[in-house]
Structures are given as structure tokens and as C-alpha cells.
T-cell receptor, first 113, second 116 residues
């Protein structure tokens, strides 16, 4: 079945350093979503990318969707301790149901002050 | 309500028992989703409702798992003959249903199920 792979699994950074997580799908996606889950919390929607090559920014966060719509990345500039958590990408296949999001395993980010 | 609520927050049961997990979506949301999240993993899709009907139940692992949403609001996930491998956090999410695949899903806090 379809898989969404995410790397790295863990990332430890010093506050102020940049952070990037990468997401790769075995199949072409209709769209991809990114979520953040704080320790002990639940996933919180960050953004959705739909178009090939799309780039979206939210303050220090930059999201990209690959030209082939099979990969995506999330980049955080100048990390802060509030960025701590696990970042998940979730993809949806063409023809897939509205509900059937395939999540990656996530990248757990820790930030040392 | 202000957000998606789930009860109970924690459920400990013995192998072979039956459990029910409840989800109360955001008021007015027609779409409701159930996921299961094991430690160190991303959420795994189980089932999706649009209104009262299950629009996609392809993620239910076997026939021990069943979910209902009789009035198109609250949903109950039912697990029969629980097994230790069913231990996980069960997450519920809802969305307005108006945007189709562009809908934003809002997650509840989850129910942590432990099967002894």
C-alpha cells in the first residue's frame, strides 16, 4: 500500500538553529498536510499544499510541495523552544476519500535553549 | 462545543473485553474521522463518516472494530474482544465537510486505551 516516509526521525538543535524535515510518498499525492503534535498533545493542523511546486510560509515556517507531488518539506528558521514537538506530514492519494490521510511517522524536534 | 471532545481520556481493560470510545465533534461539523496512534508512530486512519454514514471504513483493521454515528453528531468506536495489540491512543477528528479534500481536520485529545 501507499507509504509516506519522513526523515529524520529525531532532530536535536540549539535554539536559533534551523530545522528541516522531509516527507516522501511512494505515490503521487493530490495534496499534503502538515501537523504539529506537542508532547502529550494531539495533532494540530498547520497547513495544506495542493499545487505542484507550491511554497507557503507561516512566519518562520516554510512549506514546500515537490514538482512531482511526491515529496514535501517543512523548514523552520531560527528555532525557538516553543517549536518543540513532533511534526507530521500527511498525504492524500488521488481518488482517495476525504478522510483517508496517510501520515508519516513524524520528526520529533527538541530545542536546547 | 469549542473543540472536539473524547471520552474517556484513559481506558484500561482486560484482554477479551468490549470497549466503547466516544467522540463529540465540533458543533456543525458533518465529517468525522477516527485514527489510531501507537507510540512513536503517526496517526493511522480507521474510518471516516460524512453525516450518519461511513464514507470510508477501509482503515478498520478487522471485524472486531466497528463505529457508529447514528444522528450525525456523536460517534462511538466499538472494539470487541480486545487484544493487547489494540493498545494505542484513539484520536477523533472532525471537519466542516464543506471543503471536501481541502477540509481542515481538527483533532480531539484522544483516548488512551490500554489492554492488559
Amino acid at each position: 500500500g501507499q507509504q509516506v516516509m519522513q526523515i529524520p526521525q529525531y532532530q536535536h538543535v540549539q535554539e536559533g538553529e534551523d530545522f528541516t524535515t522531509y516527507c516522501n510518498s511512494s505515490t503521487t499525492l493530490s495534496n499534503i498536510q502538515w501537523y504539529k503534535q506537542r508532547p502529550g498533545g494531539h495533532p494540530v493542523f498547520l497547513i495544506q499544499l495542493v499545487k505542484s511546486g507550491e511554497v507557503k510560509k507561516q512566519k518562520r515556517l516554510t512549506f514546500q510541495f515537490g514538482e512531482a507531488k511526491k515529496n514535501s518539506s517543512l523548514h523552520i528558521t531560527a528555532t525557538q523552544t516553543t517549536d518543540v514537538g513532533t511534526y507530521f506530514c500527511a498525504g492524500r492519494n488521488y481518488g482517495g476519500s476525504q478522510g483517508n490521510l496517510i501520515f508519516g511517522k513524524g520528526t520529533k524536534l527538541s530545542v536546547k535553549p | 462545543g469549542a473543540g472536539v471532545s473524547q471520552t474517556p481520556s484513559n481506558k484500561v481493560t482486560e484482554k477479551g473485553k468490549y470497549v466503547e470510545l466516544r467522540c463529540d465533534p465540533i458543533s456543525g461539523h458533518t465529517a468525522l474521522y477516527w485514527y489510531r496512534q501507537s507510540l512513536g508512530q503517526g496517526p493511522e486512519f480507521l474510518i471516516y463518516f460524512q453525516g450518519t454514514g461511513a464514507a470510508d471504513d477501509s482503515g478498520l483493521p478487522n471485524d472486531r472494530f466497528f463505529a457508529v454515528r447514528p444522528e450525525g453528531s456523536v460517534s462511538t468506536l466499538k472494539i470487541q474482544r480486545t487484544e493487547r495489540g489494540d493498545s494505542a491512543v484513539y484520536l477523533c477528528a472532525s471537519s466542516s465537510g464543506a471543503g471536501g479534500v481541502a477540509d481542515t481536520q481538527y483533532f480531539g485529545p484522544g483516548t488512551r486505551l490500554t489492554v492488559l
